[in-house]
């Protein structure tokens, strides 16, 4: 057991349960800041989120706050598309070394992505609410979703990270969902589709379950004690801070 990445787990699930932003677009670039290759930084991530994404399902189920036709026309078009990025990226990319830097440079430009969705959903999210294409039946809009899913998908399936943040900012712009259904969905989605990844990533030889274990040793206690203190903390300022260190941290890859 490494006490620095029990410890790093243990912040990242705080901030995460603290302000609610997305663990990948924080967990993903600490792990390659400290050395690890991006490769394995990405699969190993999903493999955790996949773990920790499974017991945030059941609650949501449990609570129905899941909108499983949602989910089902965001999955036929992001899982496929997650499973394109993976393997196109195994087979093309060359040695671990070379895809390290494809997956780098990628996660750099999709973490400033994150970010600025970050930022918008945390400071506009009551603009979005009324919109008229957010009204109509998600049975009218069942071809948009799933090329929504299909594009977001192949993202998420390159760098882990958007399984949550993307995805969310996308449903709060073009479906009308109450707050709790909104993050029931997303976290649903985001499970079927990390653990599909995760699969391809550990078969590929990508995931480090040792790391896994670590981090899950200090993320677990983290969630618990971030969501206890949320009720306490102005989210919108910390979550617009943590925006920003996202940003930063998509730069200091990409450069």
Known sequence: MSIGIVLMGLFVGFLVGLTGVGGAALLTPFLILIGINPLIAVGTDFVYNSITKFFGSVQHFRQKTINFKLVKYLAI???PSAIL???TLHFVGGDKLLQGEIVKHALGYVLMMVAVATVIKTLFS???KSRSYSIK???????ATI???AILGFIVGLTSVGSGSLF????LLFYQLRASELVGTDIAHAFILVTVSGFFHLGFGNVDLLLVANLLCGSIPGV???STLSAKVPMKPLQTVIGVIIFISGLKLIY
Do not use: C, Q, Y
Not at 137 to 143: F, G, L, S, V
């Open 126 to 128: 009551s603009r979005f």
């Open 77 to 79: 078009g992001s899982v």
């Open 147 to 149: 090329l929504l899913g």
């Open 224 to 226: 618990i004690i971030g």
């Open 85 to 87: 990025a993976v393997t």
């Open 137 to 143: 039946p998600i049975e009218d809009k069942a071809k």
């Open 168 to 171: 969310a900012l996308a449903m």
